[in-house]
């Protein structure tokens, strides 16, 4: 009879334990799956999260880090199909001006969806130029230009003006078609050319970037906050850049004249060392803006996109 009571006692035990086991698996299962979803699937959907109550604190990729997640993701990465579908380009022959390359089947998908006609187009020829962001280091997000546009992008709708983002990957582009660092140009043409031709209404097409000046110089304090200058660049080297030239003098002077200090003017570049056209012959809508330098943080770009906004706006809706 003991051994009978000690075999049941033994059992229950077992029973106990392999329930117990069950429910810590379902827990860390449960767990892991809940800490590696992406609270953004797209650049877009990425800035609103972060342009939502301007909290640059948010964790975009929560992760789980105890033993058991990393063994369970060896194993099953639960993030591989999401990032196969987001993040793997197609390329087909023939498909952008025979490059080889199919842009983002996301790209410029805001201007499918929105109700407002697109009136100014944002791009960044050299998409890998980067602000400060100490506070998003932790969440291993280096802000850049892109960030950027999505920022302007974000103010501009708020004032009722359509506004387009360019979301291709050159880089990606680029190494597909062994092109340097000093062909950026060449290769945001693509795609920049397309976007134009395909909306002729546009009133204004910005090709984004920041300078590599010091802080001091690209700094200033308005309204008691702390902001990142902007410069205008026109090249000289193509037949209508006087057109260029007139329509970024007409929006510096009105910036210039709300907040003097804000602009640091008008560049014009062309000769030995200079691109001399940054795709300004696309159209003489087209002007290149830098917003502040490497030495500025996101924060103080915001700030300066703040105040631009509603003179681009207004400027766009003079035109």
């Not at 080889?100 to 499918?112: E, M």
């Not at 506070?135 to 892109?146: D, H, Q």
């Not at 050319?193 to 090709?207: A, F």
């Amino acid at each position: 009879m003991k051994k009978v009571k000690t075999k049941k006692k033994r059992k229950f035990k077992f029973r106990i334990f392999g329930y117990a086991f069950l429910v810590f698996l379902g827990y860390q299962v449960t767990f892991n799956v809940i800490m590696n979803i992406k609270l953004a699937n797209t650049n877009e959907d990425f800035i609103k999260c972060l342009l939502a109550d301007s909290n640059y604190h948010l964790l975009y990729e929560k992760k789980a880090n105890n033993l058991f997640s990393k063994a369970f993701s060896y194993f099953f990465d639960i993030n591989k199909p999401v990032s196969i579908l987001e993040n793997t380009f197609h390329y087909k022959a023939n498909e952008v001006e025979s490059s080889g390359y199919v842009s983002n089947p996301k790209a410029n998908s805001v201007s499918k969806e929105q109700k407002l006609e697109p009136l100014v187009y944002i791009y960044n020829s050299h998409q890998a130029e980067q602000y400060q962001g100490k506070a998003l280091e932790p969440y291993n997000i280096t802000p850049g230009v892109m960030m950027a546009s999505y920022i302007f992008q974000d103010k501009l709708e708020k004032l009722e003006v359509g506004t387009l983002v360019m979301e291709d990957n050159l880089i990606d582009y680029m190494n597909l078609n062994n092109m340097k660092h000093a062909q950026s140009y060449k290769a945001s043409r693509v795609f920049a050319s397309k976007t134009i031709s395909e909306n002729p209404n546009l009133k204004l097409i910005i090709d984004l970037h920041r300078d590599s000046i010091s802080k001091e110089k690209s700094t200033v304090v308005i309204n008691n906050k702390s902001m990142a200058k902007i410069v205008f660049v026109v090249g000289n080297e193509h037949d209508n850049y006087e057109q260029n030239l007139e329509m970024t003098n007409k929006l510096n002077e009105m910036i210039k004249e709300k907040y003097p200090t804000l602009t640091r003017g008008v560049l014009i570049k062309g000769g030995t060392g200079n691109n001399g056209i940054y795709n300004q012959d696309l159209s003489p809508k087209v002007t290149c803006l830098e917003i502040g330098s490497d030495s500025n943080t996101i924060d103080e770009v915001l700030n300066t996109i703040e105040l631009l906004a509603p003179i681009i706006a207004e400027f766009v809706h003079e035109a």
